[in-house]
């Protein structure tokens, strides 16, 4: 089983960039697809995008606009959620998770990590 741990979230004012990164610990992180997904207050979690074991990217269609790039380095067991020109909608927890499929389904996905808060302020 992979252990998830993200960081990188915090404050900031619209239009400014996060960096998100999520380590993985445990057996076969390369093996894995990793995606990202997303929960605002009042809202069910949704997803953001995943890279898959070889480094393809799928985003969500708000994802794709270009302001979302999600990368992942195997050799560090990282995968990375850059986010550029944030917006207040944007303001979120935001998870890592695991699936041995390319998939953007959360029941599909098999290990979270915690969550890091991403607040964006107008």
């Known amino acids: 089983q992979v252990r998830l741990v993200e960081s990188g979230g915090g404050l900031v004012q619209a239009g400014n960039s996060l960096s998100l990164s999520c380590v993985a610990s445990?057996?076969?992180?390369?093996?894995?697809?990793m995606g990202w997904f997303r929960q605002a207050p009042g809202k069910e979690r949704e997803f953001v995008a995943y890279c898959t074991w070889n480094g393809d990217s799928i985003y969500s269609a708000d994802a794709s606009k270009g302001r979302f790039t999600v990368s992942r380095d195997n050799a560090k067991n990282t995968v990375t959620l850059q986010m550029l020109n944030l917006e207040p909608e944007d303001t979120a927890v935001y998870y890592c998770?695991?699936?041995?499929?390319?998939?953007?389904?959360?029941?599909?996905?098999?290990?979270w990590g915690q969550g890091t808060q991403v607040t964006v302020s107008s």
């Open positions: 445990g057996r076969a992180f390369s093996s894995y697809n």
């Open positions: 998770a695991a699936s041995p499929r390319r998939t953007n389904v959360i029941e599909e996905y098999v290990a």
